[in-house]
């Protein structure tokens, strides 16, 4: 039987600016995060023997941790982390075992060899159900994750003594449940499913965990799975467009609020890697996620902003273009191959677009497919890799983004935003559009430790590369691409920084706070500004879910 009932007061996270507890006095402490799943299991554990008295909860700010806790605590810098006994034990499987071997109170683990040795396999399948589930947000969610929600019904029918997995509750319950409360929540939110229908052992094993006192203080905030899941795993929904447009640069903002941005500017000749990008986003709009699926829901027409010259940073016209539904499996076919030219891009629920097709809107028509239930003729017909981009052009498919980019960049007209100076057309290509992932990569990865000191050499690197030359204050001198490819990220970087580590990037990096000051300046960006607010609220959701 599980222990009696405790109201229990939750400490506050412990930050960079928190000092650390008297360590290894003693005490012993259990590190967790509250949105985190691994660290709900032992929390969990503790929880149902008892111990609110003898383990004490120690909760770490994992988006601005501590520069202690991986220095004189648990050199893994992740949680959940147990300081007993003057030592350090991690991993939460393991964790579970340790607090009920170690510590008094009711046990977790069967006495049933038969029990026992089917608690081994489900627990042995606790990863797999986990990346099953998980990797389903990528394609036909609900059916592509249906054999892991089944597999848990069927062995709910192994005994009969009970609602739960061993018949009584057990360890196992409490490895599973913070993983499918999460995907319960998701499913429900994001795809209006519920995965207990069909499965009523399933149902009945989360009905009686939630009238486990253990269990429900532990529970995470129903909001904040969904959008650190929308976030984290930067779900399609609702509408999945498919087009020859180089998305390379997608997802720039999500948070409560989401960013509708996408002034997607056709250029020619700009290279990343060793292609074209033809649209990169810019602009943004903000709305929250209930008035955009209203917005999708409806079919609204949407407001498509043309930019002619964009050098200039003036706006030419704006067209209004009516986006068609989304075709599913209950949709016809277009008439295909009848010299028409059709392509499609992905859109995300959170980051939908406001787009440039530089009067492409008539060459190119859009065909909108939901890739949650996607039409079958789709792969027997059009595109046999079932994926998305695609583009029918003079009878024939061609695929795959970077392809793309190189074939619409050499068969359709368009402005350029590339310098004609060879020197600078070197410099772009070769070394400031191949260093954007390096740069990103290397600002984010820097969250998880010492922010400041690990992203340094990336602005470091734009200073070097803002002195190379010196007819203007951008990165070729003049406005160009780069610029473009750069500023939606240094903008969230740089508001990032000041809110979380009070650190202006542009200090002792005069020509970084000169490039940033110049382009505050272009009309043609400071519409597509994001709100600081939204900005860090995002970042905040989504960096915590990431290094859990």
């Known amino acids: 039987m599980a222990a009696a009932t405790v109201n229990e007061h939750l400490p506050k996270p412990l930050d960079a600016t928190s000092e650390p507890p008297p360590l290894f006095d003693g005490t012993t402490r259990l590190y967790i995060n ?35 806790y991986k220095e004189k605590v648990y050199h893994e810098n992740k949680v959940p982390a147990l300081e007993h006994n003057g030592k350090i034990i991690g991993e939460s499987l393991d964790l579970i075992k340790y607090v009920d071997s170690n510590f008094e109170g009711p046990s977790v683990l069967p006495d049933d060899p038969a029990k026992k040795e089917f608690a081994e396999e489900l627990i042995a399948y606790t990863d797999t159900f986990n990346k099953t589930v998980y990797t389903s947000f990528k394609g036909n969610t609900v059916k592509e994750a249906g054999p892991a929600f089944d597999h848990l019904e069927n062995v ?85 467009f498919y087009c020859a447009f180089d998305l390379k640069e997608q997802l720039l903002s999500k948070s409560q609020k989401m960013l509708l941005s996408w002034n997607l500017i056709l250029t020619k000749d700009c290279c990343s890697r060793e292609s074209k990008i033809l649209f990169t986003l810019l602009s943004s709009h903000t709305y929250s996620l209930k008035e955009l699926r209203s917005y999708l829901a409806n079919d609204s027409g949407r407001t498509i902003i043309k930019i002619n010259d964009y050098l200039r940073g003036s706006y030419d016209r704006t067209v209004n273009e009516h986006l068609p539904t989304a075709l599913d499996a209950t949709s016809e076919p277009p008439p295909l191959f009848d010299g028409t030219t059709r392509d499609c891009f992905a859109l995300n629920i959170y980051v939908a677009k406001y787009f440039e097709l530089q009067g492409l809107h008539d060459n190119i028509k859009l065909v909108p497919i939901n890739l949650q239930n996607r039409p079958a003729w789709y792969k027997e017909k059009v595109y046999h890799e079932n994926k998305v981009p695609a583009l029918e052009h003079h009878g024939k498919i061609i695929g795959e983004s970077l392809d793309l980019i190189r074939y619409v960049d050499s068969n359709f007209e368009g402005p350029s935003l590339r310098p004609d100076d060879p020197a600078k057309k070197e410099f772009a290509h070769e070394e400031l559009i191949p260093y954007i992932d390096t740069f990103n990569k290397t600002v984010y990865t820097s969250f998880k430790g010492d ?13 070097n590369a803002l002195h190379k030359f010196d007819d203007g204050p951008f990165f070729l001198g003049h406005f160009s691409l780069v610029d473009i490819a750069y500023i939606p990220f240094v903008e969230r970087f740089q508001i990032f920084f000041s809110a979380m580590w009070n650190y202006d990037i542009t200090t002792g990096r005069p020509k970084l706070a000169k490039w940033i000051e110049e382009l505050n300046n272009i009309d043609a960006y400071k519409s597509t500004k994001a709100d600081p607010k939204v900005i860090v609220e995002t970042f905040k959701a989504l960096f915590p879910v990431l290094t859990i």
Request: hydrophobic share 40%; net charge positive; charged share 25%.
């Open 34 to 68: 509250y949105a985190c799943p691994f660290a709900q299991r032992v929390w969990i554990t503790r929880n149902y023997k008892g111990l609110h008295d003898k383990i004490k909860l120690v909760p770490i700010n994992l988006q601005n941790r501590p520069a202690w």
């Open 156 to 240: 709910l029918h192994k005994f009969d003594d009970g609602p739960f997995f061993l018949g009584q509750f057990s360890f196992v319950d409490i490895a599973y449940i913070p993983f499918v409360e999460r995907f319960q929540v998701f499913f429900s939110a994001v795809w209006n499913y519920d995965i207990t229908t069909g499965r009523p052992k399933l149902a009945r094993w989360i009905e009686e965990l939630n009238k486990i006192d253990a269990y429900k203080p532990t529970k995470v905030d129903p909001k904040v799975v969904i959008e650190s899941y929308k976030v984290r795993f930067q779900v399609k929904t609702t509408y999945n």
């Open 451 to 463: 922010a400041v000191k690990e992203a340094g050499p990336a602005f470091d690197h734009l200073e």
